[in-house]
């Protein structure tokens, strides 16, 4: 069963793929990656261009939350 979270980050993830917009990812790990997510490899599984590492698979089990990038001090 899928709960509202995951639905919410996978229609998030389809927006941001299809707009070619550049993302920011924060993760259950505390980790975060900024870049722009470029091809959807299964349900589950996404791959983005994050901004230092390169190419990286990105698994909707790992986000924590996903939004639109902004630059710092654009706010």
């Given at each position: 069963?899928?709960?509202?979270?995951?639905?919410?980050?996978?229609?998030?993830?389809?927006?941001?793929?299809?707009?070619?917009?550049?993302?920011?990812?924060?993760?259950?790990?505390?980790?975060?990656?900024?870049?722009?997510?470029?091809?959807?490899?299964?349900?589950?599984?996404?791959?983005?261009?994050?901004?230092?590492?390169?190419?990286?698979?990105?698994?909707?089990?790992?986000?924590?939350?996903?939004?639109?990038?902004?630059e710092s001090g654009s706010?």
């Amino acid at each position: 069963m899928i709960n509202d979270n995951e639905k919410m980050i996978k229609e998030k993830l389809k927006f941001f793929l299809e707009e070619k917009v550049n993302v920011h990812v924060k993760k259950n790990d505390r980790q975060f990656w900024n870049g722009l997510i470029i091809e959807k490899k299964s349900d589950n599984v996404f791959i983005m261009k994050e901004n230092k590492l390169g190419l990286v698979h990105l698994f909707i089990s790992d986000i924590y939350s996903i939004s639109e990038f902004k630059e710092s001090g654009s706010w």
